[in-house]
């Protein structure tokens, strides 16, 4: 069952919150940090990308790096550009995207369960990027950013969050990339007994989006208990930060493949080569979007092409061979380019359909790419059943949109 517990929050007051609140720190890079951060001494990057604060080319995993997030932590505090709350609440966080909104519930999830597998993964993670992560959480003792859970619908939390967003909410702006971010403080004692027992009734929670944050987090709290000799498993360390929102609010969007070379082929040899697995059909010069699961969609020599998975290529009945990103990995980019690692490859490159299929073309007519691959999109479905039968996704097979901004609330360690 999912063990969760309200939090003091540490968080902006509410005009300083657009300042402040961020994108995720592993959606940029430091040039863009920087950037984006140019004359707003607030703003969260000084925190969680903190080598902004360094000359351009600085070693982002300097120990001086993760000793300016500290210092800078420190120095929000006292500004009063973060305050903690002072008493332990739950939180409705909403996210708006073309119209859509998902509502998530702000929760200290409990370490025992990442450990002990009732939090699920679908990815695997690197012991590199964790380690960094860790050395965040560490040196902060805090989870400054939050990790972003599903969980199976519930209709007595459904019910929570339609009575609490009726109400007036703490934020309510327009971030600069048009997401809409809204929160509301659940301080009512009642509503939050009624989430944490409602919560205890829920098998499993499902990292949706931060594997990596999500496993240095419970580390780091499986570090500070092995090392407390006083430890009683109640802890504020024994908790980190999460937003868990309901299984149907969410909205995986396409994660498509661009291509540097045909293997040798000319395209008209690749099309042939295609046609053997699947059923290939010119769509010309106007941009073409799979239409269903095994449908594919392909940019070439400056035509867009339906493909089609022929009968047999694919096993429904198998949470990992029913995947599309599978199918275009054996029979397109293994079978024919010769590509057989998606993690190192530099042959290939990813593109979230965030940035629409307006933007395969484009790196295709450039030249700089000599083909593009959409693929339709994972189900939510899909990934709750890879988790719950202990599989694996194939890297670059999500991508969840909007991304939780940073900075809305923070959740210390110690208190």
Not at 144 to 153: G, H, K, N
Not at 366 to 378: F, N, R, W
Request: net charge negative; charged share 30%; with cysteine.
């Amino acid at each position: 069952m999912a063990r969760i517990k309200p939090f003091k929050g540490v968080r902006p007051p509410r005009q300083f919150v657009e300042e402040v609140a961020s994108r995720p720190y592993d959606v940029l890079n430091s040039e863009e940090a920087r950037k984006e951060a140019e004359g707003n001494e607030k703003s969260l990057y000084h925190i969680i990308k903190p080598e902004i604060d360094f000359e351009p080319g600085f070693d982002e995993h300097d120990p001086a790096v993760y000793d300016k997030a500290v210092e800078n932590f420190r120095k929000f505090q006292e500004n009063g550009w973060l305050v903690q709350d002072d008493k332990e609440n739950y939180y409705i966080y909403a996210q708006t995207m073309n119209g859509r909104t998902q509502y998530g519930f702000v929760v200290g999830a409990w370490v025992p369960d990442y450990m002990e597998g009732r939090i699920k993964k679908h990815e695997l993670t690197r012991r590199d990027k964790e380690e960094d992560r860790m050395k965040h959480v560490r040196c902060n003792n805090a989870n400054i950013e939050p990790v972003f859970f599903a969980f199976p619908d519930n209709t007595v939390l459904e019910n929570i969050i339609r009575e609490v967003t009726a109400g007036t909410p703490e934020y309510d702006f327009v971030a600069p990339d048009s997401f809409g971010h809204t929160l509301w403080v659940i301080e009512c004692p009642e509503t939050i007994k009624t989430i944490t027992e409602e919560f205890e009734k829920i098998p499993n929670l499902y990292i949706a989006d931060g594997h990596h944050r999500s496993a240095a987090a419970a580390l780091v709290g499986a570090e500070k208990a092995a090392a407390n000799p006083n430890h009683t498993g109640e802890e504020e360390y024994n908790y980190f930060m999460a937003v868990a929102f309901p299984a149907s609010h969410l909205n995986i969007i396409d994660y498509n493949r661009v291509v540097k070379d045909l293997n040798g082929l000319t395209p008209a040899e690749f099309l042939d080569k295609l046609s053997e697995n699947f059923i290939v059909e010119d769509k010309g010069t106007e941009i073409y979007t799979p239409s269903a699961l095994h449908n594919f969609s392909l940019y070439l020599d400056g035509k867009w092409h339906s493909l089609t998975a022929k009968a047999g290529t694919f096993n429904d009945s198998d949470p990992i061979g029913v995947l599309d990103v599978t199918v275009s990995s054996d029979l397109i980019l293994r079978d024919i380019l010769n590509i057989t690692d998606l993690r190192s490859d530099k042959r290939i490159d990813f593109v979230g359909g965030i940035r629409g299929l307006g933007e395969l073309k484009r790196r295709v007519d450039s030249g700089e790419m000599a083909m593009a691959l959409a693929l339709y999109p994972v189900t939510m479905d899909q990934l709750i059943n890879i988790a719950d039968t202990g599989n694996i996704m194939p890297p670059k097979t999500t991508w969840f949109e909007p991304k939780l901004r940073s900075g809305l609330v923070i959740h210390k360690l110690d208190d």
